[in-house]
T-cell receptor, first 113, second 116 residues
Framework: DGGITQSPKYLFRKEGQNVTLSCEQNLNHDAMYWYRQDPGQGLRLIYYSQIVNDFQKGDIAEGYSVSREKKESFPLTVTSAQKNPTAFYLC????????????FGPGTRLTVL | AQTVTQSQPEMSVQEAETVTLSCTYDTSESDYYLFWYKQPPSRQMILVIRQEAYKQQNATENRFSVNFQKAAKSFSLKISDSQLGDAAMYFCAYRSAMDSNYQLIWGAGTKLIIKP
């Protein structure tokens, strides 16, 4: 089945640690996105990538980093510079066209201990 | 910059009845796309319906339909014959057809409660 997978489902981080969230898609989509979701708010864009080896900052990129070495994969690293990383993180992908929907993964819940 | 506003943090409806969720947006562009996404308790985001701004006809998908008022910048979602499985957060989103990055601009969401 085609789709997007994210792992892990739940992640706990100690203060000062970097953690990496995985996102993989087998939909052959060029574009991939990372969103952060906080209670009572809509999704906020962290980073996006429209092609391999290229990515752009979204609205809240500070304290995060990404890579796009393969079309299928778009991992997100939450660094120790992110002061309030506890949130739900969603990865999405789409055909690189404005009319096309974004398909979402099941998400990762990150909690800082 | 474009913005999307969902003024109803929470709505409730009796099972089998009809409910309308509101969404307004602000843009100076004429060519764009609007989306309604559903996020059930599983938190998997799912597309409900999509509307192209250049189309005058309102989009429909089975029990889901929209009332797209371009001049008023309004994009409401109507759910007919509400079912228990419709209980979820509903997000309205805007995407410009002009920006090369095709970012989605999201509303804050409306929580829909279905009363049995």
């Amino acid at each position: 089945d085609g789709g997007i997978t994210q792992s892990p489902k739940y992640l706990f981080r100690k203060e000062g640690q970097n953690v990496t969230l995985s996102c993989e898609q087998n939909l052959n989509h060029d574009a991939m996105y990372w969103y952060r979701q906080d209670p009572g708010q809509g999704l906020r864009l962290i980073y996006y990538s429209q092609i391999v080896n290229d990515f752009q900052k979204g609205d809240i990129a500070e304290g995060y980093s990404v890579s796009r070495e393969k079309k299928e994969s778009f991992p997100l690293t939450v660094t120790s510079a992110q002061k309030n990383p506890t949130a739900f993180y969603l990865c999405a992908s789409s055909i690189d066209s404005p009319s096309n929907e974004q398909f979402f993964g099941p998400g990762t819940r990150l909690t800082v201990l | 910059a474009q913005t999307v506003t969902q003024s109803q943090p929470e709505m409730s409806v009796q099972e089998a009845e009809t409910v309308t969720l509101s969404c307004t947006y602000d843009t100076s562009e004429s060519d764009y796309y609007l989306f309604w996404y559903k996020q059930p308790p599983s938190r998997q985001m799912i597309l409900v319906i999509r509307q192209e701004a250049y189309k005058q006809q309102n989009a429909t998908e089975n029990r889901f339909s929209v009332n797209f008022q371009k001049a008023a910048k309004s994009f409401s979602l109507k759910i007919s014959d509400s079912q228990l499985g419709d209980a979820a957060m509903y997000f309205c989103a805007y995407r410009s057809a002009m920006d090369s990055n095709y970012q989605l601009i999201w509303g804050a969401g409306t929580k829909l409660i279905i009363k049995p």
